[in-house]
């Protein structure tokens, strides 16, 4: 996948420190980030502020519909301390 077709960024884990600079980093070159972390913090709250949308449910119905219509121009990442159960991160 090129650079230039990815559209959309979803974060599982957007609150840790390398997570949301690389956040701030995709949306700063124009695209569309939204996430999910566990718990609400200082940092994600300076995040949604600058126009991320971040939930805090492991919930699949919380996913941005816009991921799961575009696909082919979405990438998801993800941190290594999400769990094996995660609702989201075994849906995408």
Not at 9 to 31: D, E, N, P, T
Not at 54 to 82: G, K, N, Q
């Amino acid at each position: 996948m090129k650079f230039e077709d990815i559209h959309i960024v979803y974060f599982i884990g957007i609150g840790g420190i390398g997570m949301s600079a690389l956040a701030r980093w995709f949306h700063q070159s124009g695209k569309q980030v939204s996430g999910y972390d566990r718990t609400a913090t200082p940092l994600t709250d300076q995040l949604i502020e600058e126009g991320m949308d971040i939930h805090f449910e492991d919930a699949v119905e919380a996913i941005p519909s816009d991921l799961i219509d575009s696909r082919d121009s979405a990438l998801v990442v993800y941190t290594p301390a999400i769990p094996g159960d995660h609702k989201e991160f075994n849906y995408l």
